[in-house]
T-cell receptor, first 115, second 113 residues
C-alpha cells in the first residue's frame, strides 16, 4: 500500500522568514506524481506545486519550492518570504499511474505565519 | 476559483436520512473524484469516474453511491446517514484519469444530527 507521512503536525514562522515542511512516502512504483495542496481557513483545497517523479529538477512556483529526493522517498516543501496569507494546512499527496490518479494524502501540517 | 462547483455548500440532516451532493467539473475535464475529509480519518479517496464510467473505488461505504452523468456532472448519494458521516466532502476533476493535477471544488459540509 502507498502511504504518505507528514511528521510535523504544526509549525510556526515569522513573516518574511522561511519554513520547510517535510513529507515522506512509501511506494514501489516508478511512474508517480507528488503534490502539495494548501487548505486555508476557507477549507478550499488549493494546488501549491507538483512534481513528476521522472523529472530530476525540483519544481518551483514563485515562493514555493520542493526538495525531491527520489531515493530517500522524500518530498519537502519550502516556503520562502512567508506571508500572512500562507497560514493554512498543507497536505502532501501522491498518485501513480496504476492508481488512475486517485490521491493518497498525508495527515497535514498546520502552518501559522506570525506578524 | 478552481472552476469546479459543488452544491450545496452546507447540509444539515438527521440520522437515517439520505442526501445527494452535486459536482460540476471544470470545463473540459472528463474525470471526477470524490474525497471525504473528517477529523478522525483525514482526507480519503472515495470514488472516481471517467466519462461516465466508474474507474476506481476507495474506502467508500456500501451506503454511499455515485454516478457521473452524460453532461459530466457527478452526484454522490449518501444514505442511512450516521453521525460519523459528518464531514467535508470534496469533488475534484482532471482532464484525464492518469497522473495529473486535480482541481478541487469548495466542498460540501455535511452535518448529521
Amino acid at each position: 500500500a502507498q502511504t504518505v507521512t507528514q511528521s510535523q503536525p504544526e509549525m510556526s514562522v515569522q513573516e518574511a522568514e522561511t519554513v520547510t515542511l517535510s513529507c515522506t512516502y512509501d511506494t514501489s512504483e516508478n511512474n508517480y506524481y507528488l503534490f502539495w495542496y494548501k487548505q486555508p481557513p476557507s477549507r478550499q483545497m488549493i494546488l501549491v506545486i507538483r512534481q513528476e517523479a521522472y523529472k530530476q529538477q525540483n519544481a518551483t512556483e514563485n515562493r514555493f519550492s520542493v526538495n525531491f529526493q527520489k531515493a530517500a522517498k522524500s518530498f519537502s516543501l519550502k516556503i520562502s518570504d512567508s506571508q500572512l496569507g500562507d497560514t493554512a494546512m498543507y497536505f502532501c499527496a501522491f498518485t501513480y499511474k496504476a492508481a488512475g490518479n486517485k490521491l493518497t494524502f498525508g495527515g497535514g501540517t498546520r502552518v501559522l505565519v506570525k506578524p | 476559483d478552481s472552476g469546479v462547483t459543488q452544491t450545496p455548500k452546507h447540509l444539515i440532516t438527521a440520522t437515517g436520512q439520505r442526501v445527494t451532493l452535486r459536482c460540476s467539473p471544470r470545463s473540459g475535464d472528463l474525470s471526477v473524484y470524490w474525497y471525504q475529509q473528517s477529523l478522525d480519518q483525514g482526507l480519503q479517496f472515495l470514488i472516481q469516474y471517467y466519462n461516465g464510467e466508474e474507474r476506481a473505488k476507495g474506502n467508500i461505504l456500501e451506503r454511499f453511491s455515485a454516478q457521473q452523468f452524460p453532461d459530466l456532472h457527478s452526484e454522490l448519494n449518501l444514505s442511512s446517514l450516521e453521525l460519523g458521516d459528518s464531514a467535508l466532502y470534496f469533488c475534484a476533476s482532471s482532464e484525464v484519469p492518469v497522473p495529473d493535477t486535480q482541481y478541487f471544488g469548495p466542498g460540501t459540509r455535511l452535518t448529521v444530527l
